[in-house]
């Protein structure tokens, strides 16, 4: 049975204009004014980590751990600092929670020297905010 050739016609226009972008509907632009709370959020945590918690001091130049070497022998405390970069031992809320009461997802304070933090919200967030967003 062959194809008219009106039904061909209307079939490949009807590709063609389905392939088109659509210009009525433009991509949402994007909220710059969260953008930018996000970015002031992660610049106060970046100077809570370096500037106040000195975090690179034992944790490393690159926050991805380093072996303690200034302890005496025989203390009962960490020989490591783990890696913070990404914070990959954390889920958010569990390092938000870590920072605001000391206190890791067991309900445990983290080894000496670890100071034991109790930052206000808006700084614990903070300093999450920043240690997630290094790798």
Not at 20 to 47: F, K, N
Not at 54 to 72: I, K, N, P, R, V
Not at 109 to 121: E, I, L, N, S
Request: hydrophobic share 45%.
């Amino acid at each position: 049975m062959p194809i008219r050739a009106s039904v061909l016609i209307a079939a490949l226009a009807g590709c063609a204009v389905a392939a088109l972008p659509l210009a009525s509907h433009p991509a949402p632009a994007p909220d710059l004014s969260r953008m930018a709370a996000v970015e002031q959020r992660i610049e106060h945590g970046r100077y809570l980590i370096q500037q106040v918690g000195m975090c690179a001091d034992c944790h490393g130049s690159g926050l991805h751990g380093a072996t303690l070497d200034f302890l005496a022998p025989g203390l009962p405390v960490a020989r490591r600092a783990p890696g913070i970069a990404g914070l990959p031992q954390f889920t958010t809320r569990q390092a938000v929670e870590f920072f605001e009461t000391g206190l890791n997802a067991k309900g445990k304070r983290a080894r000496p020297p670890m100071p034991q933090y109790r930052f206000a919200p808006g700084d614990a967030v903070a300093v999450v905010a920043y240690l997630q967003s290094l790798r």
